[in-house]
């Protein structure tokens, strides 16, 4: 199994412009989540899902947008990049069977200039 | 709300002392809890969860509600165990984790 596999690794971003992380997991997960990381900050919860179809805000949703149209992918979309949305950006995923372990991507760190 | 505070940014001890890195929370609820770690050019992993009381590369953390603290301890760091450590809290039913800040632990020989 790969896990949870995160693509681009590496992205800059001009303000204004828009794109998507992918995120996939291969262990079919019912639950998947966005955080993002910024320095001195820990991990904060942008959305998260708990099957296709379903998803919903987390603590920080402004500027960001998802969708589960299956149970392995859950893309995070940046509509109108801000330079308040460098960061670094993981995508994690449960099982949401009794076990609440979160399995985390390598990261996207994004950087909007 | 709940809120999750790691009060040390950098922790910097001697291979073979013992490291305790520290975690209180706020939940009005049954907290749930875990440490994760962040070895360096690593994807995060869980390292503890306080409802499975192990063990694990050494590291023990005891859940004290009284003090609402999570501190993970080790009486005797190693180099390997340089890395960021998280401390996160489960809020709700849908495994959403709130994290702490982190702390960076240097271990030197």
């Known amino acids: 199994n790969a896990g949870v596999t995160q693509t681009p690794k590496f992205r800059i971003l001009k303000i204004g412009q828009s794109m998507t992380l992918q995120c996939t997991q291969d262990m079919n997960h019912n639950y998947m989540y966005w955080y993002r990381q910024d320095p001195g900050m820990g991990l904060k919860l942008i959305y998260y899902s708990v099957g296709a179809g379903i998803t919903d805000k987390g603590e920080v949703p402004n500027g960001y947008n998802v969708s589960r149209s299956t149970t392995e992918d859950f893309p995070l979309r940046l509509e109108l990049a801000a330079p308040s949305q460098t960061s670094v950006y993981f995508c994690?995923?449960?099982?949401?069977?009794?076990?609440?372990?979160?399995?985390f991507g390598p990261g996207t760190r994004l950087t909007v200039t | 709300a709940q809120r999750v505070t790691q009060p040390e940014k950098l922790l910097s001890v001697f291979k073979g002392a013992p490291v305790e890195l520290k975690c209180n929370y706020s939940y009005s609820g049954s907290p749930e809890l875990f440490w994760y770690v962040q070895y360096s050019r690593q994807r995060l992993q869980l390292l503890l969860r306080?409802?499975s009381r192990e063990s694990i590369k050494g590291f023990t953390a005891d859940l004290n509600k009284g003090e609402t603290s999570f501190h993970l301890k080790k009486p005797f760091a190693q180099e390997e165990d340089s890395a960021m450590y998280y401390c996160?809290?489960?809020?709700?039913?849908?495994?959403?984790?709130?994290f702490g800040a982190g702390t960076q632990v240097v271990v030197t020989p």
């Open positions: 994690a995923s449960i099982s949401g069977q009794g076990t609440y372990e979160q399995y």
């Open positions: 996160a809290l489960m809020e709700g039913s849908w495994g959403k984790l709130q």
């Open positions: 306080h409802i």
